[in-house]
């Protein structure tokens, strides 16, 4: 029987589907690992974890690559924005692998906000599929979510509206702006957990400016935009003013939100010469210089 283009349309969308459930499993299965770690390892939580936490990473690490090997011996694996490996840059498909995202939260005593990212990247279609899991708050979220046609019920409109943004304060630029609109904000560790709030309506919104984005922010960026957030990428001042990330540095950040909010928050951005600019980087381009 011959391939019609509806047929290998099926195809493709059944393959991406699969795809992003696999995604999902690894990302728990490697989140189970790091909540064994923190508890047999509880001696290690506070200041003084991060040997903990680089090994958590680690195993973690190994645990994703090899299921990823087993299901999908002929895809690319990269761990990690810094890992460049030529072999895995020439496949057609590459996983994008996040195995322990925010240390500081996994090693801090009691803190839940960390999580595991996954996603795959197809040349010529970007990320087709990606998983989020937040191990500590027994929750994960993929891009499989919407394509069954499940849905999170919409929050309530909010008097004031809630928006996340990093425990550690990297871009006080950007908390300022927010604060202009009159919105309430709520410092919080991980960016997965962070969209993770947004997806579940605890937040409305979350400004993204952990540095320069990129790639390795694939997987929080499908699975807002597949769970039916808006996604948008900005980019520095273009007046030689300091940028989000602090003097003399122009890092672009991004706004992930409940589309509602978006033409707010962005005109807030745009009235400080931040303006929205092109779609993630292909996974082949060189990291921009920090």
């Keep these: 029987m011959p391939v019609t283009p509806r047929t290998a349309e099926r195809t493709v969308v059944a393959d991406d589907f699969l795809a992003a459930g696999f995604a999902a499993r690894a990302t728990v299965a490697a989140g189970r690992l790091l909540l064994d770690l923190r508890m047999q390892h509880e001696d290690g939580l506070g200041p003084g974890g991060a040997k903990m936490a680089q090994l958590g990473r680690t195993w973690s690490g190994l645990l994703l690559r090899n299921r990823i090997r087993a299901r999908y011996p002929r895809d690319g694996v990269l761990t990690g924005p810094a890992d460049r490996s030529p072999e895995a840059l020439r496949r057609r498909r590459v996983w994008l692998v996040e195995p322990l995202d925010s240390a500081e939260e996994f ?51 909010r008097q004031r509206p809630r928006v996340v943004v990093d425990t550690r304060d990297p871009a006080p630029f950007a908390r300022t702006v927010v604060r202009q609109t009159g919105a309430e904000l709520v410092p919080m ?30 997987a929080l960026f499908r699975v807002a935009e597949a769970a039916g957030l808006q996604v948008t990428r900005l980019g520095a001042p273009q007046d030689g ?36 600019v092109a779609a993630i980087p292909d996974p082949r381009a060189r990291p921009a210089a920090g």
């Design 189 to 218: 560790g991980s960016p997965g957990a962070k969209t993770l709030a947004v997806i579940q309506g605890d937040a409305d919104a979350y400004i993204h400016t952990s540095g320069v984005w990129g790639w390795g922010d694939a």
């Design 107 to 157: 090693h801090a005593d009691g803190d839940p906000h960390w999580s595991v990212q996954l996603a795959l990247w197809e040349r010529e279609r970007g990320v087709v599929a990606a998983a989020v899991a937040v191990p500590a708050l027994c929750e994960v979220v993929c891009t499989a979510d919407r394509d069954a046609g499940w849905r999170r019920p919409s929050p309530v409109p």
């Design 241 to 276: 003013r300091p940028g989000p990330a602090g003097p003399g540095r122009r890092a672009p950040l991004a706004v992930i939100c409940r589309p509602r909010l978006t033409r707010t928050l962005v005109n807030a951005f745009a009235g400080h010469g931040i303006r929205p």
